[in-house]
């Protein structure tokens, strides 16, 4: 039998002092803050059986993969095709002067798609691909993946077989928070969400999501 059950985390809070839009960018890794969310996702599952770890190779997902490492005994197995999308805005500050500045306009003529990034449907595709091999490749118990708000997001949105472009601001996936899938009948089905840092969350500067 494969695994149980796939718990997709999103990273904690990345120190961002500059508040740009980091994307994959190197050098962002967790605030204090965001070790202290991270910590919090574990307890969410303490006591369950967690048999394998994945983490997009990104520094702020490595990072909040740590303390599952540790919890649970396992290695990290960095996934490429769970890392945050492709952004041309990468490092800039997403505020009303980038957004309204006409060298901008051309990125923003079609949020369906998007036209600014890596496309939704290629998201939730490799997303969907990693999970399915990371089901598969275990015998029992549950697998955690450490991945990013947009990636889950579009997982989230595919299996419920709804319209991937939507508003970003109307997203539930909070830092640290906890999207858990199950396989049934040859597809994935959500079954659960879990927000273990909402009492952190209030204290959070959170301005570099996708």
């Known amino acids: 039998m494969p695994a149980d059950i796939v718990h997709l985390v999103r990273h904690g809070e990345v120190h961002n002092p500059k508040r740009v839009l980091y994307g ?34 990104l520094q702020r997902a490595q990072e909040s993969a740590a303390p599952w490492a540790e919890a649970f005994g396992l290695p990290i197995h960095t ?9 041309r805005f990468e490092g800039k500050r997403m505020d ?3 957004l309204m500045h006409p060298k901008h306009w051309h990125l923003m003529r079609d949020p369906s798609t998007p036209s600014w990034g ?11 691909i990693a999970m399915r091999e990371a089901h598969e490749r275990i015998d029992s ?3 955690v993946m450490v991945s990013h708000q947009l990636p889950i997001w579009m997982v989230h949105r595919a299996v419920a077989d709804k319209r991937l472009a939507h508003d970003p601001r109307k997203r539930r996936c909070s830092l640290s928070s906890v999207t858990s899938f199950a396989w049934s ?7 659960g969400y879990q927000d273990p840092a ?10 570099g999501a996708v």
């Open 185 to 191: 009948d040859g597809a994935f089905i959500e079954i």
């Open 79 to 87: 996934d490429d095709r769970i890392i945050e999308p492709t952004n």
């Open 118 to 128: 890596e496309p939704f449907a290629d998201i939730a595709a490799r997303m969907l």
């Open 96 to 98: 009303r002067r980038t």
């Open 141 to 143: 118990g549950e697998v």
């Open 24 to 57: 994959r960018l190197d050098g962002f890794g967790l605030s204090e803050l965001g070790h202290r969310m991270a910590a919090s996702a574990v307890q969410a599952l303490a006591g369950h059986e967690i048999a394998a770890l994945y983490a997009s190779p």
């Open 198 to 207: 909402v009492e952190l969350l209030a204290q959070s500067i959170d301005l």
